[in-house]
């Protein structure tokens, strides 16, 4: 079956500090992973995307990888921001098709 | 601007009523998809389009119709709604996604849909 997992739910740091979002996935062929930013009430908003040959991709403060072979990626997020407080959500692509699959998000709060 | 208009954005409606939420993209994409988000459960796809007059059904299409008859617009039809329907949905367009391709996908505002 195929499934996006991430984890962990929720998280709440301090501003300044980093922190790095797990995504698992088993869809399989995979043709490429998508990381998306939702603010509440608002439509994700894209932040990186990697196919299966590339192992890391950055977008300012935002860093992702992606090891296709264990079917891991993460999120790293650099110096946070009360701004950065959102949903992050990993997205797969099954290859050769149009079907996407959704995390169900990691709840950032990023406090003073 | 390049976006992705939804309308309307607030909808509350009566079991059977049918109704239609219209989306709309300006940027000339051939891909065009509809989901639903629900809580606990995350965005959810039920139908997209890969281009006019090309549609398919997504994870969970049961209860929704669709329509490609420009490359344009792309609306939702919901025949007989149901308060399982209750929902907020999100349309997104995007250049084709297949083929290990990284074209970004824009996302509408989103509906939130209450059917009692």
Same mark, same amino acid.
Request: aromatic share 10%.
């Given at each position: 079956k195929?499934?996006?997992?991430? $984890? #962990?739910? $929720?998280?709440?740091?301090?501003?300044g500090k980093n922190c790095t979002l797990q995504c698992n996935y088993?869809? $399989?062929p995979f043709s490429n992973l998508r990381w998306y930013k939702q &603010?509440?009430?608002?439509? #994700?908003v894209s932040l990186t995307i990697m196919t299966f040959s590339e192992n890391t991709k950055s977008n300012g403060r935002y860093t992702a990888t992606l090891d296709a072979d264990t079917k891991q990626s993460s999120l790293h997020i650099t110096a946070s921001q009360l701004s950065d407080s959102a949903s992050y959500i990993c997205v797969v692509t099954l290859g050769r098709a149009n079907n996407l699959f959704f995390g169900t998000g990691t709840r950032l709060t990023v406090i003073p | 601007e390049a976006q992705v208009t939804q309308n309307p954005r607030y909808l509350i409606t009566v079991t059977g009523k049918k109704l239609t939420v219209t989306c709309s993209q300006n940027?000339?994409?051939?891909?065009? $998809?509809?989901?639903?988000? &629900? #809580?606990? /459960?995350? /965005?959810?796809?039920?139908?997209?389009?890969?281009?006019v007059e090309v549609t398919d059904k997504g994870d969970v299409p049961e209860g929704y119709k669709v329509s490609r008859k420009e490359k344009r617009n792309f609306p939702l039809i919901l025949e007989s709604p149901s308060p399982n329907q209750t929902s907020l949905y999100f349309c997104a367009s995007s250049f084709k996604l297949a083929g290990g391709g990284q074209e970004t996908q824009y996302f509408g505002p989103g509906t939130r849909l209450l059917v009692l």
């Open positions: 195929n499934q996006v997992e991430q $984890s #962990p739910q $929720s998280l709440i740091i301090l501003e088993t869809v $399989s &603010d509440t009430g608002r439509g #994700p | 940027m000339n994409h051939e891909y065009m $998809s509809w989901y639903r988000q &629900d #809580p606990g /459960l995350g /965005l959810r796809q039920i139908y997209y389009s890969m281009n």
